[in-house]
Structure formats: C-alpha cells, structure tokens
C-alpha cells in the first residue's frame, strides 16, 4: 500500500508568572545568562517572561528539549514587530529530524501587569517510515 507523507499541527500554550520571573532573575541574576539569548538578557522583566513562556510552548509543540540549551533559542522581533523564534544550528537540526523548521512556526505573545503569555503553532510534516502496510 503507497504511503503518503502526513502534516500534523503542533500547538503549544504556556503562561508565566512576570512577579515569580522576576523575583527568580533578583535572586539569581546569572539565571538569565542559562535561559535568555543575548538579545533577550536586555529586555524588561515582563518581555523576558514571556519570551520564556515562547520557548515553553514551543517545546509543547514540536517535542524537543531545550534542556541545557535554552539560550540557543531566542524570541525576537521582524521588521514589523512580530515575534520570531531564531535557532542555534543545534536545534535547527534537531528541528529538521522531527520534520519542521523555523519557516513552519508560528508564535505569539504578550503580557499584562501580572503574567506572561505565549501560544506556538507548528506544522510537522511524518514521512510513512517505518509504517506497516
């Protein structure tokens, strides 16, 4: 029996507390040095909340882990100011194995006085490896 590939969307939602993110990044400022990209250290508490709560959700979305490496991915800015993931080429390839790309995610935050909020879809393309007929 032929087989097709298969597009899957991968959702992710995550909310962080912006006082519990501070009062962490108070106590223990290198923190950020381990979870936070370089563009991202320079941010007000209440942007770096929810720039964690991105790569929360993305990681609810496409499976990976991010353990050890979060400050290989960053949240920043286009041109017109929508949030965009960037990868270290690490991730990217990790990425890539579990069948999606920085061009197939889509992000989006915000934050109000108290919390962080961060939704990712992803589309993730499964080729029929390994399927039984």
């Known amino acids: 029996m032929p087989c097709d590939s298969n597009i899957s969307i991968g959702i992710g939602l995550d909310c962080c507390s912006i006082t519990r993110w501070d009062a962490l990044c108070t106590r223990r400022p290198q923190i950020t040095d381990r979870l936070l990209g370089k563009y991202e250290r320079g941010l007000t508490p209440s942007s770096q909340a929810a720039r964690w709560a991105a790569k929360e959700a993305l990681v609810k979305a496409t499976g990976i ?69």
């Open 65 to 133: 882990s991010l353990h050890g490496r979060w400050n290989q991915c960053q949240v920043v800015n286009d041109q017109n100011g929508r949030p965009r993931f960037i990868f270290s080429e690490e991730i990217r390839h990790e990425l890539s194995a579990r069948g999606t790309n920085e061009n197939n995610i889509a992000i989006s935050i915000t934050h109000e006085e108290t919390n962080a909020i961060a939704v990712v879809f992803t589309l993730i393309s499964s080729s029929c490896q390994g399927e039984q007929p």
